[in-house]
């Protein structure tokens, strides 16, 4: 008891003195007593209050901070094969605080503890298998140990078994079950699984890749104090931005894209509109023009001014619609066959016309609309402007 009262009347009997606070009294006198019952029953042998003595001496609880008290009470309870007391004088021996750093005593004293199925003190027998520190190095043997570990839902083990499997070291490689693994961590609070599953969300390994959500977690490291986390935090979101960049410059292409197809097509069925258009008036013309001909030879003047009169409608028809197309072409690829087409017509209409001696004036508008056809359909050929490609 008396080093409970020392420390009272140093730091929490001096605050209830100057503020006359009764209350606050009152909580000391219990905590008195209530450390003044643990340390009775760690002296009779009770492994449970020792091991609660010993919590009093490492926290500074209560009691003042002393680790060689502590070691001492947590020695008396590990004996007994307390557990707790096992694991505590294992970590000890792990951080050399309080006495020497031992990692061949930390294995030792883990082993017992996990024997009895605490979760920390199999992760802590895990990580020594792991990294070899007390006893040789063995992947197998530390899997096996985080498995145990993770089985009780401890956060530890659940992240040392997930960083295992995303390696394929001691177990069969599995990033997905190595990213499940760090989310289940995660979600208990564990600041370094989660980093860790931020860095697989980030990267996309064992889980889809998703940035945002990464983000997420690492701030959420930050906030659990991880080290590392804000490096991470940073570079994840400049990898976002970049992101965003590249989806926005995609979309914009995508949408021109798709504005070249629409015109490109919409092009392209008024060229083969206007081709068919421009060939049924060449081949009408032709066969009005032929038709002409024939009548000079076997029928009355009556049915020839018929003929030519419609020759002559045809091949206006034939020039005025080859022009328009040639308007259009301005913009696209002129189609040659079409101008092969118009310009074989037009040939052929300048031909028959030029060779017939009866009504002239009639001949003369017929030829000057097969020779408009002609021109257009040569300089259509020429030009040969392109068209936009998608």
């Known amino acids: 008891m008396s080093d409970f009262n020392d420390y009272k009347s140093r730091d929490i009997g001096k605050d209830a003195n100057q503020g006359g606070d009764l209350k606050l009294e009152k909580l000391v006198r219990l905590a008195a007593e209530m450390v003044g019952s643990t340390q009775e029953k760690a002296e009779q042998g009770d492994a449970e209050a020792q091991t609660e003595l010993g919590d009093y001496y490492s926290d500074g609880l209560f009691l003042p901070k002393n680790l060689e008290k502590a070691v001492f009470w947590y020695r008396k309870a590990a004996d007994q094969n307390h557990a707790r007391a096992q694991l505590k004088l ?13 990692y061949g005593q930390a294995a030792s004293w883990a082993r017992k503890a996990a024997n009895r199925g605490d979760s920390a003190a199999q992760w802590l027998l895990g990580h020594l298998f792991e990294f070899g520190q007390g006893v040789g190095q063995n992947d197998g043997r530390a899997a096996y140990w985080y498995q145990m570990a993770a089985d009780q839902e401890n956060p530890n083990g659940q992240d040392c078994l997930g960083s295992l499997y995303m390696r394929g070291a001691g177990v069969p490689q599995d990033t997905k079950k190595g990213a499940e693994l760090f989310r289940l961590a995660a979600q208990q609070g ?22 945002v959500k990464a983000i997420e977690w690492y701030e959420k490291a930050v906030k659990e104090g991880d080290e590392e986390a804000p490096e991470f935090l940073d570079r994840a979101r400049k990898a976002l931005k970049e992101q965003q960049a590249a989806e926005e410059r995609q979309k914009r292409e995508a949408a021109e894209k798709a504005e070249r197809d629409r015109i490109s097509a919409m092009w392209e069925a ?7 258009w421009a060939i049924v008036a060449a081949v009408l013309t032709v ?64 031909i028959l016309n030029g060779s017939s001696d009866r009504y002239p004036h009639v001949n003369k508008y017929a030829m000057i609309a097969a020779a408009v056809i002609t021109v257009i359909m040569i300089i259509r050929i020429i030009i040969k402007k392109q068209r936009p490609k998608p």
């Open 90 to 102: 294992a970590a000890l021996y792990y951080t050399g605080e309080g006495l020497e750093q031992d």
């Open 190 to 211: 564990d600041a370094t699984a989660m980093r860790h599953f931020a860095l697989s969300l980030e990267n996309g390994v064992g889980v889809k890749k998703d940035l």
């Open 270 to 276: 008024r060229d083969t509109s206007m081709e068919t």
């Open 287 to 350: 066969a009005a023009l032929i038709g002409e001909k024939w009548l000079m030879i076997h029928k009355g003047p009556f049915l020839l001014v018929l003929v030519e009169m419609a020759a002559v409608a045809l091949s206006v028809i034939g020039a005025t619609v080859t022009a328009a197309l040639f308007a259009g072409s301005f913009t696209e690829v002129l189609s040659i066959p079409g101008g092969i087409a118009g310009f074989v017509a037009g040939l052929v209409a300048v």
